[in-house]
Structure formats: structure tokens, C-alpha cells
């Protein structure tokens, strides 16, 4: 696959289509097995409390692959993306009911780079709270 998006189509400022992506306590319990982090924490609801968190949360891992997937619909291509990075800020609270939480997630490139590469600025909020900070990836468009 390559990116669908042209890097000459693409200016500084250029908004990604913003998606809104729910969490679920189930989706949680499948991404625990799936990525062997069964950290109590994130299915455990009395012990999440015990620790001193307001309830279960998300795995930060979970929340970054839920946020650059913004981007990755954007070029159409996983495979562009050439490196990504962010900082946990906030934790994805995710309480047992049947509308879990929800992560909001906006960008725009905020830079253009050599060899048709681009830096994406991402937001990620929920709950109104910034759940990742410097969430920054860089792509390479066609």
C-alpha cells in the first residue's frame, strides 16, 4: 500500500478529519489478551480504586494505537507512518456501563519535512481532559 494523500496537496494547517473512537471495559479485556498486559488495573475495578485510581482505565497503548489511527485513515496506509511518539498525560477512564468512555481525536500537519514527509500534530482528549500530550507523527504521503 502506499499513502492516497499527495504530499504537493498538503499545506501546513491541513485538518485531518477528527474521529471519536468508544472504549469499552469488553474492548479492554480483548486488548489485555491480545497484548499480554493484564495489568489488574485495566479489568479490575475494586482493585483500580485500592490503588488510588478513580476507576478502571485504558491501556496507554490502546489510547496511542486509538489516536494515530486518525491518521492512518487520512493516508490510507498504516505503513506511512514513519515514526510516532506521545506522552501520557491523563488516564482513559472507563467506567462499567453500556457507554464506556470515549477518546476525541483531531489533527493537522503542523510541519512539512524532506523526502514527502509531514509531522501530524494529534489531540486526544476525554471526559474534556487531554489524555496524551506531544502525540506527534511523522508520514510519508505520495
Excluded at 479485556?29 to 499480554?36: E, K, P, T
Excluded at 503542523?110 to 506531544?134: H, I, P, W
Amino acid at each position: 500500500m502506499t499513502a492516497k494523500i499527495s504530499y504537493d496537496d498538503v499545506e501546513v494547517g491541513t485538518e485531518l478529519p477528527a474521529q471519536t473512537f468508544g472504549v469499552t471495559r469488553a474492548m479492554l479485556v480483548r486488548y489485555a489478551g491480545a497484548s499480554g498486559d493484564f495489568n489488574p488495573i485495566h479489568w479490575n475495578e475494586k482493585f483500580a480504586k485500592e490503588v488510588g485510581l478513580p476507576d478502571v482505565i485504558a491501556h496507554g497503548m490502546f489510547t496511542m494505537a486509538e489516536a494515530v489511527r486518525v491518521v492512518t485513515d487520512w493516508t490510507g496506509d498504516p505503513g506511512a507512518v514513519v515514526e510516532y511518539g506521545v506522552r501520557f498525560t491523563k488516564p482513559v477512564v472507563v467506567p462499567n456501563d453500556d457507554q464506556g468512555a470515549t477518546i476525541e481525536v483531531s489533527g493537522k500537519v503542523a510541519a512539512k519535512l524532506d523526502d514527502n514527509t509531514v509531522r501530524v500534530d494529534l489531540v486526544a482528549m476525554s471526559a474534556g481532559q487531554k489524555v496524551l500530550g506531544m502525540s506527534r507523527a511523522v508520514v510519508r504521503l505520495a
